[in-house]
């Protein structure tokens, strides 16, 4: 049986990892969005030049 | 006028992910330890185990913020670009690591004091300064001009960071539920190794989400330029 104290420390651990690794997830779809729209850019800043 | 980001030059992709993978491993193996070898405290029980996340999260959130303090000191006396886009990652990353240790905080305090949320001083400046935080990103949000969104946001990141101080010492200078800072000094043997472990597993973590935050800032910024350069050649 858990005790009331471990559920405590359970959830502790579970918002870290919970924390990181929704940042983890946030920084791969702002990454994966970035290099495409910076693929995207560079013809149109070749023409530029 | 500020210099312009130089263009983007990210680490190799197996580079960045052998760090993620060092670091996060690093998270595991120190927690792991900690839980498996401390002895249960004297008044706290294994309560105390929450101290590995917690403590750590503090002090990357301090951490972190002194880099933003540092960066945007130098992009106000500077005016380089990327001192900016660093100052604005490690903000970002500072907020994350000074919500975690505010629910933490939260998390510990319900067993420990009977309660969730306490209006002391500790706890209210680590809100303050979670707000000042969010208050410097939603303004990088918002403001369309590169340039004044630096400018305004590296003086709020640089008088945001001087509320550090003011977090640290707030359990000397004011009576407080909160104990007064936990460090390797100030605790039993038992439980340093595992908190000092913990400490440097989450460093890694925090070096390793500046990086990364910091290199897509540049590609983001990179696109901005192009984009700009395009509208003037289109005119």
Same mark, same amino acid.
């Given at each position: 049986m858990i005790e009331s104290n471990q559920v405590f420390i359970i959830a502790a651990y579970a918002v870290t990892w919970g924390g990181?690794? =929704?940042?983890?997830?946030?920084? #791969?779809?702002?990454?994966?969005? *970035?290099? =495409?729209?910076?693929?995207?850019? #560079?013809?149109?800043?070749?023409? *530029?030049? | 006028?500020?210099?312009?980001?130089?263009?983007?030059?990210?680490?190799?992709?197996?580079?960045?992910?052998?760090?993620?993978?060092?670091?996060?491993?690093?998270?595991i193996?120190?927690q792991t330890?900690a839980i498996l070898?401390?002895?249960?405290?004297?008044?706290m029980g294994h309560l105390q185990k929450i101290m590995y996340v917690h403590?750590?999260?503090?002090?990357?959130?301090?951490?972190?913020?002194?880099?933003?303090?540092?960066?945007?000191?130098?992009?106000?006396?500077?005016?380089?670009?990327?001192?900016?886009?660093?100052?604005?990652?490690?903000?970002?990353?500072?907020?994350?690591?000074?919500?975690l240790?505010?629910m933490l905080?939260m998390i510990w305090?319900r067993p420990?004091?009977?309660?969730?949320?306490?209006?002391?001083?500790?706890?209210?400046?680590?809100?303050?300064?979670?707000?000042?935080?969010?208050?410097?990103?939603?303004?990088?949000?918002?403001?369309?001009?590169?340039?004044?969104?630096?400018?305004?946001?590296?003086?709020?990141?640089?008088?945001?960071?001087?509320?550090?101080?003011?977090?640290?010492?707030?359990?000397?200078?004011?009576?407080?539920?909160?104990?007064?800072?936990?460090?390797?000094?100030?605790?039993?043997?038992?439980?340093?190794?595992?908190?000092?472990?913990?400490?440097?597993?989450?460093?890694?973590?925090?070096?390793?989400?500046?990086?990364?935050?910091?290199?897509?800032?540049?590609?983001?910024?990179?696109?901005?330029?192009?984009?700009?350069?395009?509208?003037?050649?289109?005119?």
């Open positions: 990181m690794l =929704a940042y983890l997830a946030y920084l #791969a779809r702002r990454g994966g969005r *970035a290099r =495409a729209e910076s693929e995207r850019m #560079a013809p149109a800043d070749r023409n *530029a030049v | 006028m500020p210099a312009a980001a130089s263009s983007p030059s990210s680490p190799p992709p197996r580079t960045s992910a052998l760090f993620a993978f060092v670091s996060f491993g690093a998270v193996a120190a330890h070898t401390s002895p249960a405290e004297g008044d403590v750590p999260a503090a002090w990357m959130t301090f951490l972190a913020f002194f880099v933003v303090l540092v960066f945007s000191a130098r992009y106000l006396w500077k005016g380089r670009e990327n001192d900016d886009l660093l100052a604005a990652s490690a903000a970002e990353v500072g907020a994350l690591f000074n919500g240790t505010l905080g305090g420990a004091w009977g309660v969730w949320w306490v209006w002391d001083a500790r706890l209210t400046s680590t809100l303050v300064l979670f707000l000042i935080f969010v208050g410097y990103l939603a303004l990088r949000a918002f403001v369309d001009d590169a340039e004044q969104r630096a400018r305004w946001s590296a003086a709020v990141g640089a008088i945001g960071a001087l509320n550090v101080p003011i977090v640290y010492m707030s359990v000397t200078w004011w009576r407080t539920l909160h104990q007064p800072p936990s460090s390797p000094a100030t605790l039993d043997p038992a439980y340093t190794l595992g908190l000092r472990l913990n400490a440097i597993a989450l460093l890694l973590v925090m070096i390793y989400f500046i990086r990364k935050r910091y290199e897509i800032a540049r590609l983001e910024r990179a696109a901005e330029h192009a984009a700009e350069a395009a509208a003037m050649g289109g005119r």
